[in-house]
């Protein structure tokens, strides 16, 4: 009688737990069972048999598991366009179901967070979905398939988002001059709606807190008002415009508040006085002078001169002349405007009545208002 047999795959005794079943079917005749065969069951296997003698009989076989053609493409990635904001749809078809499918983007495996989406249209179809496609989304795509074998086949393309022109100026910010406490307005015109407008003053970004007002006028129009334009608006602007695909476009300019220039509101006057007395000055502004400064007969005053430079408030200005004398009678000036200073003394008789009368020397310009009439110290002919 023959003893149950043993069996071996490569060599390694086969165990109950194993996928290979051994089967007796009659006495003498045994068999080894592999169901659902697969790549793994290729192997040499080998029965030993012993009798009740303890003698041995042995015999072996190579078993090879003819596999299915490995998994192929049958239709492969292509290399696609598609416009910005559409949906980018990239397909592979298999000849038979994949056991795995992978996708990857620029050589890192797509992962179920990212936006591109891995679709199973059909068992031997697949999609990567990429919806609102964008800038970033160009990349070289890669698909590798894995049959139930462990055989491989890949396929890859590169995608092209075309995206519409980057964003231009149509028509730029402009220098621009404005009287002060006038509004001003800074425009802009673009060739198609950014994404982004950022304005700058002197280099640096304008805040919503900020005097200056950004406006959106259409779609691609955009302002920055100036109300109640100041000195201290005066200044270099620039507008960066950004589009939905980051490209930039900016454009500058140079504002300039005019200031009035400074008046005069009450001007100086021709003035006569008596030798001894006080001469003084005086000159009124529109605002406040950046300086004065005080001439005689030409030649700029100084602190040290008898005249006496004064301020009397922010627009009123005078010059003092204490105890005029002769020496005194000159051409004054403030800055520009021009007087004339004539020096009198003692009381003038009725000489000064007659008429006509010419004088030798300097000109009484102002009809003198006082009810004592001084006489000249040039002298008088008939």
Same mark, same amino acid.
């Given at each position: 009688?023959?003893? %149950?047999?043993?069996?071996?795959?490569?060599?390694?005794?086969?165990?109950?737990?194993?996928?290979?079943?051994?089967?007796?079917?009659?006495?003498?005749?045994? =068999?080894?069972?592999?169901?659902?065969?697969?790549?793994?069951?290729?192997?040499?296997?080998?029965?030993?048999?012993?009798?009740?003698?303890?003698?041995?009989?042995?015999?072996?076989?190579?078993?090879?598991?003819?596999?299915?053609?490995?998994?192929?493409?049958?239709?492969?990635?292509?290399?696609?366009?598609?416009?910005?904001?559409?949906?980018?749809?990239?397909?592979?078809?298999?000849?038979?179901?994949?056991?795995?499918?992978?996708?990857?983007?620029?050589?890192?495996?797509?992962?179920?967070?990212?936006?591109?989406?891995?679709?199973?249209?059909?068992?031997?179809?697949? =999609?990567?979905?990429?919806?609102?496609?964008?800038? !970033?989304?160009?990349?070289?795509?890669?698909?590798?398939?894995?049959?139930?074998?462990?055989?491989?086949?890949?396929?890859?393309?590169?995608?092209?988002?075309?995206?519409?022109?980057?964003?231009?100026?149509?028509?730029?910010?402009?220098?621009?001059?404005?009287?002060?406490?006038?509004?001003?307005?800074?425009?802009?015109?673009?060739?198609?709606?950014?994404?982004?407008?950022?304005?700058?003053?002197?280099?640096?970004?304008?805040?919503?807190?900020?005097?200056?007002?950004?406006?959106?006028?259409?779609?691609?129009?955009?302002?920055?008002?100036?109300?109640?334009?100041?000195?201290?608006?005066?200044?270099?602007?620039?507008?960066?415009?950004?589009? !939905?695909?980051?490209?930039?476009?900016?454009?500058?300019?140079?504002?300039?508040?005019?200031?009035?220039?400074?008046?005069?509101?009450?001007?100086?006057?021709?003035?006569?006085?008596?030798?001894?007395?006080?001469?003084?000055?005086?000159?009124?502004?529109?605002?406040?002078?950046? =300086?004065?400064?005080?001439?005689?007969?030409?030649?700029?005053?100084?602190?040290?001169?008898?005249?006496?430079?004064?301020?009397?408030?922010?627009?009123?200005?005078?010059?003092?002349?204490?105890?005029?004398?002769?020496?005194?009678?000159?051409?004054?000036?403030?800055?520009? %405007?021009?007087?004339?200073?004539?020096?009198?003394? =003692?009381?003038?008789?009725?000489?000064?009545?007659?008429?006509?009368?010419?004088?030798?020397?300097?000109?009484?310009?102002?009809?003198?208002?006082?009810?004592?009439?001084?006489?000249?110290?040039?002298?008088?002919?008939?």
């Amino acid at each position: 009688l023959l003893c %149950f047999p043993i069996r071996y795959k490569n060599g390694k005794e086969i165990a109950p737990s194993d996928k290979a079943q051994p089967k007796k079917v009659a006495d003498n005749k045994y =068999q080894l069972v592999i169901p659902d065969a697969g790549k793994d069951d290729t192997a040499d296997y080998k029965v030993v048999l012993t009798d009740d003698d303890g003698n041995t009989a042995e015999s072996g076989c190579a078993l090879t598991v003819k596999l299915p053609g490995a998994i192929e493409i049958v239709k492969g990635l292509e290399d696609t366009t598609v416009p910005r904001k559409e949906t980018g749809t990239l397909e592979i078809e298999t000849s038979r179901p994949p056991k795995q499918v992978k996708w990857y983007k620029n050589g890192k495996e797509i992962s179920p967070s990212d936006k591109a989406q891995p679709k199973k249209v059909a068992e031997n179809k697949y =999609q990567l979905v990429i919806p609102n496609a964008g800038k !970033d989304d160009s990349a070289d795509y890669k698909v590798v398939l894995t049959d139930e074998d462990g055989n491989t086949a890949e396929s890859s393309c590169a995608l092209t988002v075309k995206l519409p022109e980057a964003i231009k100026i149509v028509k730029g910010l402009e220098d621009t001059t404005i009287p002060q406490k006038q509004t001003g307005v800074l425009e802009i015109e673009t060739s198609r709606p950014p994404k982004q407008v950022k304005w700058y003053k002197n280099g640096k970004e304008i805040t919503p807190s900020d005097k200056v007002q950004p406006k959106k006028v259409a779609d691609n129009k955009y302002q920055l008002v100036i109300p109640n334009a100041a000195k201290e608006d005066t200044a270099d602007y620039k507008v960066v415009l950004t589009d !939905d695909d980051d490209n930039t476009a900016e454009s500058s300019c140079a504002l300039t508040v005019k200031l009035p220039a400074i008046e005069i509101v009450k001007g100086l006057e021709d003035t006569t006085v008596p030798s001894g007395k006080k001469a003084v000055l005086e000159v009124e502004t529109s605002k406040p002078p950046k =300086q004065v400064k005080w001439y005689k007969n030409g030649k700029e005053l100084a602190p040290s001169d008898k005249p006496e430079m004064k301020k009397v408030n922010d627009t009123k200005h005078q010059l003092v002349i204490p105890d005029a004398s002769e020496e005194d009678t000159a051409d004054y000036k403030v800055r520009r %405007f021009p007087c004339s200073l004539f020096s009198l003394n =003692q009381k003038v008789s009725a000489l000064l009545k007659r008429m006509p009368m010419s004088f030798e020397g300097n000109i009484l310009r102002n009809a003198i208002k006082q009810t004592n009439i001084t006489e000249l110290t040039t002298g008088t002919t008939k």
